[in-house]
């Protein structure tokens, strides 16, 4: 079955540093999605993006966030000054789009600021 | 943010046995909602979904059921498998809010041999 990849699994950063999360979703799929869960706390929303820009977003998606699909293939997630509390595992998602709602979700990168 | 909640961290039911995970809402506004399964080290996997025109949805061994009236709504599971075990999550979304989910807090369900 086709899924959705993220690389690395593990990221170790310093605060202030900026990273970028990679994802490549299912190659069909029209909507992507970046959502993050804090240890010990809910899965949250960040943004969707489709038609090559933002959708949507949330409150957390702040100027220190942003998305680009560079390429046919890869999404990412840049977050530019990374502070501790962005310290959590992300998740990319995609969806295929039309009437189908399913979210097909990657295994998570591990983001961890120090 | 409490709009989506599972009140039950966890579960512990006998292999054989029906599971039945909880979950409430309190957003009216909702009109989606799903089920997701994590695994440790993994992503979400989507389990099974429901409308808000519909009270019940089967797919094999799970069926969902939702009281809009109630705002409330269930997953069974039925027989439970021990490779069940995992973190079940809750998840809702309105019709104008995209693909926006709003994730309860999970259940972890053990199931035991």
């Known amino acids: 079955e086709p899924e959705v990849t993220q690389t690395p699994s593990h990221q170790v950063t310093q605060m202030g540093q900026e990273v970028i999360l990679r994802c490549v979703p299912i190659?069909?799929?029209?909507?992507f999605y970046w959502y993050r869960q804090i240890l010990g706390q809910k899965v949250e929303f960040l943004v969707s993006f489709y038609n090559n820009e933002i959708s949507e977003k949330s409150e957390i998606f702040d100027d220190q966030f942003s998305v680009e699909r560079p390429d046919g293939s890869n999404f990412t997630l840049k977050i530019r000054s990374t502070k501790l509390e962005d310290s959590a595992m992300y998740f990319c998602?995609?969806?295929?789009?039309?009437?189908?709602?399913?979210?097909?979700f990657g295994s998570g990168t591990q983001l961890s600021v120090l | 943010d409490q709009q989506v909640k599972q009140n039950s961290p966890s579960l512990s039911v006998q292999e054989g046995r029906i599971s039945i995970l909880n979950c409430d809402y309190t957003?009216?506004?909702?009109?989606?909602f799903l089920w997701y399964k994590k695994y440790p080290a993994e992503g979400p996997t989507f389990l099974i979904s429901i409308s808000s025109i519909k009270d019940k949805n089967e797919d094999g061994r799970f069926t969902v059921f939702l009281n809009k009236s109630a705002k409330h709504l269930s997953l069974h599971i039925v027989p439970s498998q021990p490779g069940d075990s995992a973190v079940y999550f809750c998840?809702?979304?309105?019709?104008?809010?995209?693909?926006?989910?709003?994730f309860g807090g999970g259940t972890r369900l053990m199931v035991k041999p």
């Open positions: 998840a809702a979304k309105r019709d104008n809010a995209g693909n926006m989910l709003t």
């Open positions: 998602a995609s969806r295929k789009g039309g009437s189908g709602e399913k979210l097909f």
């Open positions: 957003n009216s506004m909702f009109d989606y």
């Open positions: 190659s069909n799929h029209l909507y």
